[in-house]
């Protein structure tokens, strides 16, 4: 008899991964102010599962977290707009995302995952639901590999709807990714800063290469955000200031002053596969200032930029 993988969920059973921590009730009012109009520009709904099944391919159960609570949570933050971004457990369904799009009164955007056997149709529709780009993804432990030339074929067809490609790797896939990242028609925002591994140095030859990928790419554009997820000091504040994943900051505060036109920030709620610590998404805010850390800067991170990306009639 198989006995199934015990970290690889089945189709329907929506029982949470091992080790799984849910997100964080009850938050922090953050120390920090942000200002006004800000826009998480990175985070996810899961579910429910009752309501929109989990994908069959997905890699996590995670648990669920509903657009009213990701809602609830913008307004304790102090957040006026989100991008809900399409989470791998989903697959390429995105009727999770767009239910939470068409809840929002126009105030999120969306970035959806599809397959090349959409059709304009299908993808019209996802335009008029807010909709505004596309996620490939190239973490191996969240996905199956996807061929470059279907990848560059969805590229292509979302392109005249104004669409941007969102990326998500790990910095040690750069090297290879690179030709193919450089081929992309469109805006190209990558998750996360690339994943640094954060032990190495900030001005060492890793971290240079994701520099010169943003310096020598204009059309490559940055999100400062998941420090909980990179940090390897974590959370824990040293001495008498607030120090939550010191070792982050460097890597953030310098793509955010050398491109400061081209950086987003965002929360990552409701976090998924984090197995160690659940950050205080309060607390997380008031991380914003340590990496962007003049009033001019905080508004280019948090409204003007993806003011200009996600809600581009508005200015
Ligand atoms: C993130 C990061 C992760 C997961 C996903 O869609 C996802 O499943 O994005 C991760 O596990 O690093 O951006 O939420």
Redesign the pocket.
């Known amino acids: 008899m198989n006995t199934p993988h015990p970290s690889k969920p089945t189709s329907g059973d929506f029982t949470k991964t091992a080790g799984w921590l849910d997100w964080y009730a009850g938050p922090a009012k953050p120390t920090f102010t942000v200002p006004a109009g800000a826009v998480d520009a990175?985070c996810?709904v899961f579910g429910p599962g009752a309501q929109f099944p989990y994908a069959p391919e997905r890699k996590y159960t995670p648990c669920d977290a509903s657009h009213k609570q990701l809602f609830a949570l913008r307004d304790q933050l102090g957040f006026s707009r989100n991008v809900v971004?399409?989470?791998?457990?989903h697959g390429a369904d995105n009727a999770a995302m767009v239910d939470a799009l068409q809840h929002s009164a126009g105030m999120a955007r969306g970035i959806a995952t599809v397959k090349r056997s959409i059709s304009d149709g299908e993808l019209q529709a996802l335009h008029t639901a807010g909709v505004r780009g596309v996620r490939f993804?190239f973490?191996k432990r969240?996905v199956d590999f996807t061929p470059k030339d279907e990848l560059l074929e969805i590229a292509n067809r979302i392109k005249p709807l104004g669409w941007h490609v969102v990326i998500?790797f790990e910095a040690v896939d750069l090297p290879e990714l690179w030709d193919f990242f450089t081929t992309l028609p469109t805006t190209v925002v990558v998750?996360?800063m690339g994943r640094p591994d954060t032990s190495k140095p900030v001005d060492g030859p890793e971290f240079e290469l994701f520099v010169r990928f943003m310096r020598e790419h204009s059309n490559v554009w940055s999100k400062v955000s998941?420090p909980e997820?990179l940090s390897v000091t974590g959370p824990n504040a040293v001495g008498g200031e607030q120090q939550a994943y010191r070792d982050v900051v460097p890597f953030a505060k310098r793509i955010v002053e050398t491109f400061p036109d081209r950086v987003l920030w965002g929360t990552?709620w409701p976090?998924?596969?984090l197995k160690n610590h659940m950050p205080d998404d309060g607390l997380l805010v008031d991380f914003i200032p340590h990496i962007a850390n003049t009033a001019a800067l905080q508004h280019k991170l948090l409204v003007s930029n993806p003011m200009r990306l996600y809600w581009p009639e508005e200015n």
């Not at 971004?85 to 457990?89: D, G, S």
């Open positions: 990175h996810h971004v399409q989470a791998t457990c993804n973490v969240l998500y998750d996360h998941c997820r990552d976090h998924p596969n």
